[in-house]
């Protein structure tokens, strides 16, 4: 089996819809968007300074090598992220509506989107046929500092606060089974404030 076959196995089993030379491309993309290469840890700071981090056990040395770099995963959700969500016009099929429909809708908060090469939107948002019940009340709730990869995992990771059948649920699944919108709308408004 080759490398390509490989990612392309990974990838079909995770129900991304694209092959691996154009996953790779998504990847080299989100690497220069959101994790630009970086110095020494230590250029940071003053020598004062790193006196001070190194004496209370801060490791400032640059990564060794066999070490994961810290920017993978953020890349490679980055570009899982990008690749799950819809297009304008395949929400808009997805919806049954004009292109321009799901336009104006972005426009008014009624969905949520990022502009990339043209609009992409999370795939949570919708269900096999529509919006997730309750979706307005949750994105009027989302912080605006918030990026979309927080909110996706955020709505897609079981909530302790969110039980069905005695099981913490993902805000998804809560809204799927049709729980109060608005239990969803205080959680979420809390992302990024300390616990």
Same mark, same amino acid.
Request: no cysteine; net charge negative.
């Given at each position: ?15 991304? #819809?694209?092959?691996?030379?154009? =996953?790779?491309? /998504?990847?080299? &993309? ?8 970086? *110095? ?12 001070? /981090? ?11 090598? *066999?070490? /994961? +770099?810290?920017?993978? #995963? ?12 819809? $297009? ?7 919806? %049954?509506? &004009?292109?321009? #429909?799901? #336009? ?16 992409? @939107?999370?795939?949570?948002? =919708?269900?096999?046929? %529509?919006?997730?019940? %309750?979706? +307005?009340?949750? @994105?009027? $709730?989302?912080? &605006? &500092? ?7 995992? =955020? ?8 039980? /069905?059948?005695?099981?913490?649920? $993902? ?8 729980? +109060? ?10 992302? %990024?404030?300390?616990?």
């Amino acid at each position: 089996m080759t490398a390509a076959t490989g990612l392309e196995s990974v990838l079909a089993e995770a129900g991304l #819809r694209v092959d691996a030379r154009e =996953f790779l491309r /998504l990847v080299a &993309d989100a690497a220069r968007r959101i994790a630009p290469m970086h *110095g020494s840890p230590s250029d940071y700071f003053t020598e004062e300074q790193r006196k001070v /981090l190194t004496d209370v056990g801060l490791d400032l040395r640059d990564a060794q090598e *066999g070490e /994961l +770099d810290p920017r993978a #995963r953020s890349v490679a959700a980055a570009a899982a992220f990008a690749e799950t969500s819809y $297009s304008v016009s395949e929400a808009a099929q997805l919806l %049954g509506v &004009d292109a321009s #429909r799901i #336009r104006h809708r972005l426009k008014d908060g009624k969905l949520l989107g990022w502009k990339d090469h043209g609009w992409r @939107l999370p795939a949570w948002q =919708f269900t096999e046929h %529509g919006t997730l019940p %309750g979706l +307005d009340v949750v @994105l009027r $709730s989302i912080p &605006d &500092d918030q990026p979309q990869l927080v909110v996706a995992a =955020f709505m897609n990771t079981p909530q302790a606060d969110l039980e /069905l059948n005695g099981k913490p649920v $993902s805000p998804r699944a809560w809204l799927l089974a049709h729980g +109060d919108p608005q239990r969803v709308a205080d959680l979420i408004a809390t992302l %990024g404030t300390a616990a």
